[in-house]
């Protein structure tokens, strides 16, 4: 594996557009974009990479007409039971990212249960970001600290932060990936990606493919990251 990412983050986008191009409903662009998922997470195994995140729903989502709200509601949970057991052998770690106050008994129950599921999986750690918003991440783990009694002001540094995010070992992320062609992050990840490499491509998550992923992974490997500092290790 040459230099590729460890973490990876993908804003799989364009799913109603590709399907309204098909005079097709967008709940069918919905659908054929969990079978792209199920390819990308293979491919993630087959190149090595560890760590992958997800943009499934967003805070944002819920303004989107209610018809399609429940559908996505029911396509989450739906997935969930059909893919746990292969997800599972593949040895993949289930976590699910974002608010649990407003998702229904039934959601929630299915998130609790493949989470613990694949609690123990090692060869990738699969994030999916639900009713996820990066500002809402972050306001949830500011409450947590302040309610959490050991925590003193003084104490307050990024490890913190880190620790009090919805998934407390999630690693930075290295490269956001986002299809569909609009170029923004979407509330995705704020904390998480202060240093990441960004990749924009105009096909729709439908018709991403294993090969399109390693575009990117090629793209990636010619990316000078300088964090900051100089990158010809010069003094000034
Ligand atoms: C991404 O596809 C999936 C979700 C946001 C749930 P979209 O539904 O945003 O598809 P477009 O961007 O309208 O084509
Ligand atoms: C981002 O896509 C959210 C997901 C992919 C789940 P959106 O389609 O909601 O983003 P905007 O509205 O174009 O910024
Ligand atoms: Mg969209």
Do not use: C
Request: charged share 30%.
């Amino acid at each position: 594996m040459q230099n590729y990412p460890s973490h990876i983050a993908i804003i799989m986008d364009g799913n109603g557009r590709w399907a309204e191009n098909k005079n097709m409903p967008r709940t069918y662009g919905h659908k054929k974009g969990v079978e792209t998922l199920k390819e990308i997470v293979k491919a993630f195994i087959e190149f090595g990479i560890p760590s992958l995140t997800v943009y499934a729903f967003s805070t944002e989502n819920w303004k989107r007409p209610p018809k399609e709200v429940k559908y996505l509601m029911s396509l989450f949970s739906k997935t969930i039971e059909n893919e746990a057991e292969e997800l599972n052998q593949q040895n993949v770690q289930i976590n699910i990212i974002g608010r649990r106050n407003n998702l229904d008994e039934k959601v929630l129950k299915n998130i609790e249960w493949i989470e613990k599921l694949t609690e123990n999986n090692n060869k990738l750690e699969l994030n999916i970001a639900f009713n996820y918003g990066g500002r809402a991440e972050i306001i949830d783990a500011v409450k947590k600290m302040m309610k959490n009694p050991n925590i003193d002001l003084n104490n307050i540094n990024q490890e913190l932060i880190s620790k009090n995010l919805y998934n407390p070992n999630i690693s930075n992320i290295e490269y956001i990936i986002r299809t569909g062609g609009d170029k923004r992050i979407s509330n995705f990840l704020l904390w998480e990606s202060a240093y990441a490499e960004l990749y924009f491509t105009d096909t729709y998550w439908p018709e991403f493919s294993k090969n399109d992923l390693k575009k990117a992974l090629d793209e990636f490997t010619n990316r000078k990251r300088k964090f900051g500092a100089l990158d010809n290790g010069d003094d000034l």
